[in-house]
T-cell receptor, first 110, second 111 residues
């Protein structure tokens, strides 16, 4: 099956800093999503982005499907950005079930 | 995207007992998915629930331990049976409607 690798595994920032999270995948994908899991365990869909670039406020994401990676940008980080960020992909021609990466754990200090 | 109501949000249970988790979706969906997230880990798919047929379980998960019901196109339950401390996890339901949406999760602690 498809392999999904996220980096870095852990990230600690000072409030106001910018960061880039990366998701590499080993095969062609039909879909790719970024999720934020808050400290209470709730998973929030950030972006549905199989290709191209999207922006939502301080967050933006870019997927380069031909090179098999996606980037999540967080600008002017806030303490509420803390949590775990997951990338999930659906392999092209494979199961419709998404494969999740191991996540990037982000802590933003005030 | 869909809106999913999941309950309970958390529970502390005695070993050997069972807990049923419910998910209600605000629109009809063909498939609902149940995931487990063990502490500090990523999400693992338990099973896919289709209305009118038995759930399809992933490797390592069995119906006797995680029975699932899917009585209609907007509702599903997952039961965690004969619990042990190793079952302590977050359990989440999910649907695929213009991208995957998750319920708020059930944080289960087995003592």
């Amino acid at each position: 099956g498809i392999q999904v690798e996220q980096s870095p595994p852990d990230l600690i920032l000072q409030e106001g800093a910018n960061s880039t999270l990366r998701c590499n995948f080993s095969d062609s994908v039909n879909n790719l999503q970024w999720f934020h899991q808050n400290p209470w365990g709730q998973l929030i869909n950030l972006f549905y982005i199989p290709s191209g670039t999207k922006q939502n406020g301080r967050l933006s994401a870019t997927t380069v499907a031909t090179e098999r990676y996606s980037l999540l940008y967080i600008s002017s980080s806030q303490t509420t950005d803390s949590g775990v960020y997951f990338c999930a992909v659906e392999q092209a021609g494979g199961s419709y079930i998404p494969t999740f990466g191991r996540g990037t754990s982000l802590i933003v200090h005030p | 995207s869909a809106v999913i109501s999941q309950k309970p949000s958390r529970d502390i249970c005695q070993r050997g007992t069972s807990l049923t988790i419910q998910c209600q979706v605000d629109s009809q969906v063909t498939m609902m998915f149940w995931y487990r997230q063990q502490p500090g880990q990523s999400l693992t798919l338990i099973a896919t629930a289709n209305q009118g047929s038995e759930a399809t379980y992933e490797s390592g998960f069995v119906i006797d331990k995680f029975p699932i019901s899917r009585p209609n196109l907007t509702f599903s339950t997952l039961t965690v049976s004969n619990m042990s401390p190793e079952d302590s996890s977050i359990y989440l339901c999910s649907v695929d409607r213009e991208g995957y949406t998750f319920g708020s999760g059930t944080r289960l602690t087995v003592v």
